[in-house]
Each structure stands twice: as structure tokens, then as C-alpha cells.
Nanobody, 127 residues
């Protein structure tokens, strides 16, 4: 059974930091890119790709608004991916979903190419 289990969400003030973790199981970790999408609150908001990492070669993708503030990393021995989020802003608020997508990379920003989704963890940044 495929599982992506997120942890580390919570409430933080603007300018603060959080670290999200995603523990993966049930599939071959090295064959995938692992990353994070988020859905902002409000009607009609779509999930957007935030960051992802190719487990096999360590290459990364970041959405423009988080570049320089977020850092994604993987612990391949533990099948865990981390998202370190610094200098958080209220607009970073949302539900963050861990994803696994084929190594083509499209799944980093196109949800149609994502194979697996976690249940999500809430991140709230207060102003």
C-alpha cells in the first residue's frame, strides 16, 4: 500500500519557520520525484506545486514565490523528504500535500502528472 504521511504543519507568525516532513512507503522511492503542493484557502483555489526533488539525482524545482525561502531535501535511507520553510508569509497559508510523481519532472507543477498524494497538513501564517 502506497503511503505519503505528512507532518510538521502548524500555526506560525509571519517571518517564522516550519519544517514539513513526508514519510513515503509502498513504492520504489528512487524512481520518483517527491514534492509538495499547496492549496490556499478560499473558493476556487487550485493546488499548486511548491517544490520537489528528484530522489535519484537530487535536482530540485521551486515555484517562483518560494525561491530563496524554502528548501527541499531528502533522506534516502529513511525514505523521507523535508521542506524547510523560512521567512513565512501570510500568503503561504494553506494545506500542504506531499506528492510522488514520475521522474520526468512534470509532476512538480502539473497535478495531472502526480501519481500519489498525501492527506495534507495545514500551515497557517498569521500577520
Amino acid at each position: 500500500e502506497v503511503q505519503l504521511v505528512e507532518s510538521g504543519g502548524g500555526l506560525v507568525q509571519a517571518g517564522g519557520s516550519l519544517r514539513l516532513s513526508c514519510a513515503a512507503s509502498g513504492f520504489t522511492f528512487d524512481d520518483y520525484g517527491i514534492g509538495w503542493y499547496r492549496r490556499a484557502p478560499g473558493p476556487g483555489k487550485k493546488r499548486e506545486g511548491v517544490a520537489c526533488i528528484s530522489v535519484s539525482d537530487g535536482s530540485t524545482y521551486y515555484e517562483d514565490s518560494v525561491k530563496g525561502r524554502f528548501a527541499i531535501s531528502s533522506d534516502n535511507a529513511k525514505n523521507v523528504v523535508y521542506l524547510q520553510m523560512n521567512s513565512l508569509k501570510p500568503e503561504d497559508t494553506g494545506v500542504y500535500y506531499c506528492i510522488a510523481a514520475p521522474r520526468t519532472g512534470y509532476g512538480c507543477y502539473d497535478p495531472n502528472y502526480v501519481d500519489y498524494w498525501g492527506q495534507g497538513t495545514q500551515v497557517t501564517v498569521s500577520s
